[in-house]
Nanobody, 124 residues
Framework: QVQLVESGGGLVQAGGSLRLSCAASGRIFSNYGMNWFRQAPGKEREFVAAISWSGADTRYADSVKGRFTISRDNGKATLYLQMNTLKREDTAVYYC?????????????????WGQGTQVTVSS
């Protein structure tokens, strides 16, 4: 399985920006479609964004569309999530997850690997 390590979380004021990174190792990164999920206290884990192996296809949750951008650098084996115009409701632990294959699969139970998560807190 590919190993994943997130970074870049932190405390930011509403309206601000953060960029999350997810470094992959152990397997060929370009063999995997990648996702970002998040989980707020007391809530279920929810889909945020996904990207295909090549980066050509992306998908977003309605709640982040137009504010977040998912991207990847296969040469660096790294996934990114640029988060702009952050809102208090974006506060959560953010996880990257990998699913082997060419297309986009965004169901949490079907992911092959997960990172440990990084906390994002948005203050008003």
């Amino acid at each position: 399985q590919v190993q994943l390590v997130e970074s870049g979380g932190g405390l930011v004021q509403a309206g601000g920006s953060l960029r999350l990174s997810c470094a992959a190792s152990g397997r060929i990164f370009s063999n995997y479609g990648m996702n970002w999920f998040r989980q707020a206290p007391g809530k279920e884990r929810e889909f945020v964004a996904a990207i295909s192996w090549s980066g050509a296809d992306t998908r977003y949750a309605d709640s982040v569309k137009g504010r977040f951008t998912i991207s990847r650098d296969n040469g660096k084996a790294t996934l990114y999530l640029q988060m702009n115009t952050l809102k208090r409701e974006d506060t959560a632990v953010y996880y990257c997850a990998a699913r082997r294959g060419l297309g986009i699969v965004s169901i949490p139970s079907l992911m092959d690997s997960w990172g440990q998560g990084t906390q994002v807190t948005v203050s008003s």
